[in-house]
């Protein structure tokens, strides 16, 4: 157990629908990241948080967006959903947002667009 | 920028035998480098990461790393793996402000 945690485990939903991707980090990391994990992609990093603040963007979609509340818990919003939207999304957190750290990821949320 | 490329997507092997997983990056700044794991259904773990001195990382469950500078590579091995090895192994860089993964080489270890 990485101590990270991530709801829900399964989504399902529509094209054109929003979603809430929720994260939880470590106790006591103040560094949250999102990635995107599809089959053709791979592990596509997505944003990072630190300490309630933007960090660093990666391919992040216009329609998504997130946010650090100030308990450190991080939301990961996906609207007006598409197929290929379908992937398993990633939280991942680490102490401090410097170079070298190591990241502790959640099992991730698979997200399901029909 | 920066990129890891995973030579091979998958590679199976027989268990007791040795395996090297390779793996190699392009950055124009100086880089950190990681390996993670994948178990089925389970996040990212860190087997193990260079960032200075010996080129030679050791890291969890008896697996090791060497950094080669010169030909841009960072390739896992392990002398003699087990069934418990299979997983989908993620070589990773960072360069900049972000950690870049490679698409991931899937173990497949088998008696």
């Known amino acids: 157990d990485s101590g990270v945690t991530q709801t829900p485990k399964h989504l399902i939903t529509a094209t054109g629908q929003r979603v809430t991707l929720r994260c939880s980090p470590r106790?006591?990391?103040?560094?949250v990241y999102w990635y995107q994990q599809s089959l053709d992609q791979g592990l596509q990093f997505l944003i990072q948080y630190y300490n309630g603040e933007e960090r660093a963007k990666g391919n992040i979609l216009e329609r998504f967006s997130a946010q650090q509340f100030p308990d450190l818990h991080s939301e990961l919003n996906l609207s007006s959903l598409e197929l290929g939207d379908s992937a398993l999304y990633f939280c991942?957190?680490?102490?401090?947002?410097?170079?070298?750290?190591?990241?502790?990821f959640g099992s991730g949320t698979q997200l399901s667009v029909l | 920028a920066q990129s890891v490329t995973q030579l091979d997507s998958q590679v199976p092997v027989f268990e007791e035998a040795p395996v090297e997983l390779r793996c190699n990056y392009s950055s124009s700044v100086s880089v950190y480098l990681f390996w993670y794991v994948q178990y089925p259904n389970q996040g990212l773990q860190l087997l193990l990461k260079y960032l200075s001195g010996s080129t030679l990382v050791k890291g969890i469950n008896g697996f090791e790393a060497e950094f080669n500078k010169s030909q841009t590579s960072f390739h896992l091995r392990k002398p003699s793996v087990h069934i418990s090895d299979t997983a989908e192994y993620f070589c990773?860089?960072?360069?900049?402000?972000?950690?870049?993964f490679g698409k991931g080489t899937m173990l497949l270890v088998s008696p």
């Open positions: 991942a957190s680490s102490i401090s947002g410097e170079f070298g750290r190591e990241l502790f």
């Open positions: 990773a860089v960072e360069g900049y402000s972000t950690l870049t």
């Open positions: 106790s006591g990391d103040l560094s």
